[in-house]
């Protein structure tokens, strides 16, 4: 009998509990702090990639996957001993990545000159609405914080809660900085299929790495060399340098017949920022399936002649990123031999980090 009513009075004080506890949250509209990672700053939407006017021009695989805020990252201050999240997307669900990835939100903190990941925000239920306490239990010092938003969703709103009593503030400390971003355009892969996490997608890594605001122009399946995303990617002001990693969603014929087009967009915007070409990775079935192994070695090949003939014609700071080594030589680095784990991830950002630190460098 005493075990039924502490069951019973778990059951129906718990929600009480928490009732009482949420109440004395107060909420700030992220919308109010400030976001990073768009390549311009008006699109479609708050937390959406591309401007509106795209939708017309845009084919529509490519066109929704700009409403997913991949990359897209808010920063912000508090004192608080406890950070707090309410966001609201749409639901995506995928059999092979994380809800925590794909929906989730997660958040850093900057202890130590460095940033350091301190909860993540995701929900256990089928529902879109969320609510959740991100961080607790911390000295009520201010902190510079960085909150990553979903993959592979749309962010209708977002909300950051603090007790009653402590501030949000906008961030005091710029960093990563802001002043001249790495444009990163690309597949699922770059995206952040499968990342564990937002955070964990390895333009995150590369933006925490080399302290450098990133943005994430990936999108999955659809990284057709379309001329409006390197129109997109011309925008931005004072780019640090552009990596195209768009391979493993083209063919040889693909890059043959738009890959120039594409690269001179950028050129003739900006002719002295470097642009970085990534071959596709070797993905791990590629030992076995002889077909993946010959798609993966013709389009690298066409990636490799097109880099070749803008170095020929006098194109300057141009760099080639090969696979070998990119993601390790054991073939444990993917989840379904395509899209990487976190350590892909974390593996893939290591392979390219030199290069794009030596091309920022060439441009001072």
């Not at 039924?4 to 949250?25: H, R």
């Not at 991949?70 to 059999?95: C, Q, T």
């Not at 994380?98 to 301190?118: C, H, P, Q, S, T």
């Not at 902190?143 to 969703?153: F, S, T, V």
Request: charged share 20%; glycine share 8%; proline share 6%.
């Amino acid at each position: 009998m005493r075990r039924l009513i502490f069951i019973l009075a778990t059951l129906f004080l718990g929600p009480i509990v928490s009732f009482a506890q949420e109440k004395d949250i107060v909420y700030t509209d992220a919308a109010s702090l400030p976001l990073y990672g768009k390549a311009i700053e008006e699109t479609s939407g708050h937390y959406t990639r591309f401007p509106a006017s795209y939708q017309e021009v845009s084919r529509k695989p490519l066109w929704n996957l700009s409403l997913n805020s991949a990359g897209l990252y808010i920063r912000f201050r508090s004192d608080a001993p406890e950070i707090h999240a309410k966001w609201v997307n749409g639901g995506v669900h995928m059999p092979h990545m994380a809800d925590a990835g794909v929906g989730g939100i997660d958040l850093y903190a900057l202890v130590g000159g460095e940033w350091k990941f301190v909860g993540a925000g995701f929900n256990w239920s089928k529902t879109t609405t969320f609510q959740r306490k991100i961080v607790s239990n911390m000295s009520p010092v201010m902190r510079e914080y960085m909150m990553y938003l979903p993959l592979y969703d749309s962010i209708d709103s977002l909300q950051v809660g603090v007790p009653q009593g402590y501030v949000v503030e906008k961030p005091s400390a710029n960093t990563p900085e802001d002043k001249a971003p790495i444009v990163m355009y690309g597949t699922s892969i770059l995206q952040g299929g499968c990342a564990s996490r937002p955070g964990m997608a390895h333009t995150a890594i590369i933006g925490r790495r080399l302290n450098r605001e990133v943005v994430n122009l990936g999108f999955s399946g659809n990284a057709h060399l379309d001329p409006e995303v390197a129109r997109l990617m011309a925008e931005v002001e004072n780019p640090a340098v552009f990596v195209l990693d768009f391979v493993p969603n083209c063919t040889a014929e693909r890059i043959n017949a738009h890959g120039e087009e594409f690269f001179r967009i950028l050129r003739q915007a900006h002719p002295d920022v470097p642009i970085v070409f990534v071959e596709n990775p070797f993905f791990p079935h590629a030992v076995v399936d002889e077909k993946t192994a010959s798609d993966i070695k013709a389009n690298n090949a066409a990636l490799k002649a097109l880099y070749k003939k803008m170095k020929a014609e006098g194109q300057k700071r141009l760099y080639y990123i090969t696979n070998e080594g990119m993601m390790g030589d054991d073939g444990e680095a993917f989840v379904d031999g395509v899209h990487p784990t976190d350590l892909g991830m974390y593996r893939y950002a290591m392979h390219v980090i030199p290069t794009i630190r030596k091309a920022i460098k060439s441009k001072r």
